[in-house]
């Protein structure tokens, strides 16, 4: 079944609006006489199952959403949440408010248990992420000229070290502006968790922190680490940059018709943390 039907069959005659339109398909449902929710149908059991397994191992930590209600449509997976707002950090005006309490969220996560996710755990410890982070470039240099990166810049990429990190806790893996939901209350909801596992929580913490700066400013960005409670030195937040960085414009050229144009920026930023 298209995931728009599941979302009009469980909306029951109420109004449906697409929220997210990506790998899996999201949808706020206004049913009649009912509470406002958020219908999340999955692209593949995969998906599905990640989510599922992250979500009931982390039930309870606040700013995880909780699930309402889940079902299969011809085999295809869905799950209704509560409403958790219709802004994200990635679209409110710079609000240290919510950005510290998206910090606050983050850290409660890095704080679970991390036999909760142990079943989850890809071996991500500081040696396995040292051996991907000279990977990550090295795989790279085959799309360099499709993304206009300099091969100096590559160059100086595969020379440096990898970014330090502590032991791997729960962790979300991509905690990205878009996936804070903010209501109206202020209260804050991290969604999207098919790709959670154990992690070094420099991982979480970096590219929340990098991303926000980026598109709210610089002060979104320090309220967050504000409600964290911790910090990221510059040469330290650089390194973790330039790791991100990498990574994003190698799953772009990976996975999708990558224009040098759209990916410009990631190069830039690249450029700008392996120059200091």
């Known amino acids: 079944m298209e995931p728009v039907e599941i979302a009009k069959r469980l909306a029951g005659g109420g109004k449906v609006q697409e929220v997210t339109r990506g790998t899996n398909?999201?949808?706020r449902i206004w049913p009649e006489g009912g509470n406002v929710s958020l219908i999340k149908v999955y692209a593949s059991p995969p998906h599905e199952r990640r989510e599922r397994r992250a979500l009931q191992a982390l039930a309870g930590i606040e700013g995880v959403p909780q699930v309402i209600d889940r079902g299969t449509d011809e085999e295809t997976s869905w799950v209704k949440?509560?409403?958790p707002g219709t802004w994200s950090l990635a679209n409110l005006p710079e609000s240290p408010g919510a950005a510290r309490r998206a910090g606050q969220v983050l850290h409660a996560v890095h704080q679970?248990?991390?036999?909760?996710?142990?079943?989850?755990?890809?071996?991500?410890?500081?040696?396995?992420?040292a051996s991907d982070f000279r990977s990550t470039f090295e795989r790279l240099g085959r799309y360099r000229r499709k993304l206009q990166i300099p091969a100096d810049l590559l160059q100086k990429a595969l020379t440096v070290d990898p970014p330090?990190?502590?032991?791997?806790?729960?962790?979300?893996?991509?905690?990205?502006?878009?996936?804070?939901?903010v209501d109206e209350s202020g209260a804050v909801t991290l969604f999207d968790w098919e790709w959670a596992t154990l992690a070094p929580p420099e991982w979480d913490f970096s590219l929340a922190?990098?991303?926000l700066r980026l598109q709210s400013g610089p002060g979104a960005a320090a309220a967050l680490a504000e409600g964290y409670g911790a910090a990221l030195s510059d040469v330290d937040l650089d390194a973790w940059v330039a790791y991100h960085a990498g990574m994003i414009l190698l799953r772009d050229a990976e996975t999708r018709d990558a224009h040098p144009d759209s990916l410009k920026y990631m190069v830039d930023e690249l450029r700008r943390v392996l120059s200091r």
């Not at 996710?117 to 396995?128: H, I, K, P, V």
């Not at 330090?164 to 878009?178: I, Q």
């Open 209 to 211: 922190i990098w991303l």
């Open 164 to 181: 330090p990190c502590g032991e791997p806790r729960a962790s979300h893996t991509n905690p990205r502006p878009e996936s804070f939901l």
């Open 112 to 129: 679970a248990d991390p036999q909760l996710l142990s079943n989850l755990a890809g071996g991500m410890d500081a040696e396995w992420l």
């Open 81 to 83: 949440f509560d409403d």
């Open 25 to 27: 398909r999201v949808f």
